[in-house]
């Protein structure tokens, strides 16, 4: 395989034709080796379009939603990101090359352990990785230009979007099981908050915050 020309067609394939547009973060998902973040099992679908398995339970984003991610929040370079889900490290690489600093916290120590080697050996050393559960009670002292949530949640907690700056954005996949939109909010304000939906698409929901089963007789 022509690693190269691999990492190309993604671009060219998958990224672009779903709405991927932004030619700075394209170059940087290029730049960032996926193929070291890939378990051995799974190197020959290192640029297919699906969501590769990571363990049991975890999976990678798929490129198109990567895509899609850093083209909705377009970033500039002097950014401070928040990351909930680090998962194989690689999103959390490509950020490190857009923004200023990457704060990453993955509640799976098999994960947040093989994520921190990988990007060591990157050597990108403006990244902080944390395994623990995400609480934003944890990050009430800070706020962030931007936040990723790399997994789906029923809705989205007032004190989660108080950890955006003013001017800053959020992504999250919202919905039920059956219906999930990628959603963008932006903190126009203090007090105001503006959300705005960009895509049907369907993501596992963050562990402990799966909606309650509804059962009918």
């Not at 990224?15 to 080796?33: E, F, K, T």
């Not at 059956?178 to 698409?201: D, G, P, Q």
């Amino acid at each position: 395989m022509d690693i190269k020309e691999a990492r190309k067609n993604v671009i060219e394939q998958q990224i672009r034709p779903w709405g991927g547009l932004n030619v700075r973060a394209n170059q940087a998902l290029s730049d960032i080796p996926r193929e070291n973040f890939v378990p051995e099992e799974y190197q020959k679908l290192v640029f297919a379009d699906i969501e590769i398995p990571l363990n049991e339970s975890d999976k990678m984003l798929s490129p198109k939603i990567e895509g899609r991610i850093l083209d909705s929040l377009n970033l500039q370079g002097n950014e401070d990101i928040l990351e909930v889900g680090t998962g194989s490290g690689y999103l959390t690489s490509v950020l490190s090359k857009l923004a200023n600093s990457v704060t990453s916290v993955e509640i799976e120590q098999d994960l947040y352990l093989k994520a921190k080697q990988s990007i060591e050996k990157l050597k990108l050393n403006n990244t902080t990785l944390i395994n623990d559960t995400f609480i934003c009670s944890n990050f009430k002292e800070e706020q962030f230009d931007s936040i990723i949530i790399s997994t789906a949640l029923p809705k989205i907690d007032d004190d989660l979007k108080k950890l955006l700056k003013v001017g800053g954005k959020l992504f999250v996949v919202l919905g039920s099981k059956n219906k999930m939109h990628a959603t963008l909010i932006t903190r126009e304000t203090e007090l105001l908050w503006n959300s705005k939906s960009l895509f049907e698409t369907h993501l596992e929901f963050m562990k402990g915050h799966e909606p309650p089963i509804k059962f009918s007789f």
